[in-house]
């Protein structure tokens, strides 16, 4: 016969810990190293405002260059660490959309200290790349 302990006890040694995780679960108040966030809520703004340099792919699940791109644009944040980069779901998330005006899919923007630099609609890595050099170096 094994020793368990008390599901209350598991229950209040945790209880302090999920507190603490769902203290920084919001993007918006996320501000660490080497980051890629996929937006969960509509609340791209405030991640803008959160952050002083942002990258953000706007794409669909049904768009096949937004797939094709998205490696790439994952691979690009963890070369990048001080950058903010957000993957939002266009056809889920309308407001976000609306921060950009994008019309098209795949759209990247490049937004520094809340202020949108410049955006393209692309499905090569090098106009990606332009982007955001010419964001980085505003």
């Known amino acids: 016969m094994r020793c368990r302990p008390h599901k209350k006890v598991l229950l209040n040694i945790f209880q302090p810990i999920k507190k603490l995780a ?36 706007f794409s669909a699940g049904w768009c096949g260059n937004c797939r094709l791109m998205k490696p790439k644009f994952k691979r690009m944040s963890t070369e990048n660490e001080p950058i903010t980069f957000v993957l939002v779901d266009a056809e889920k998330f ?10 098209n899919l795949p759209t990247f923007a490049g937004f520094k200290k809340g202020i949108l630099i410049n955006q393209v609609q692309t499905n090569k890595e090098e106009i990606l790349k332009n982007l955001f050099n010419e964001v980085t170096s505003n």
Do not use: H, W
């Open 94 to 103: 309308p407001n976000s959309r609306k921060v950009a005006n994008v019309s």
């Open 22 to 57: 769902g203290e920084f679960s919001s993007p918006a108040l996320l501000k660490s190293t080497n980051m890629l966030i996929e937006l969960t809520e509509d609340n791209l703004e405030s991640v803008i405002a959160a952050n002083d340099t942002v990258m953000v792919q």
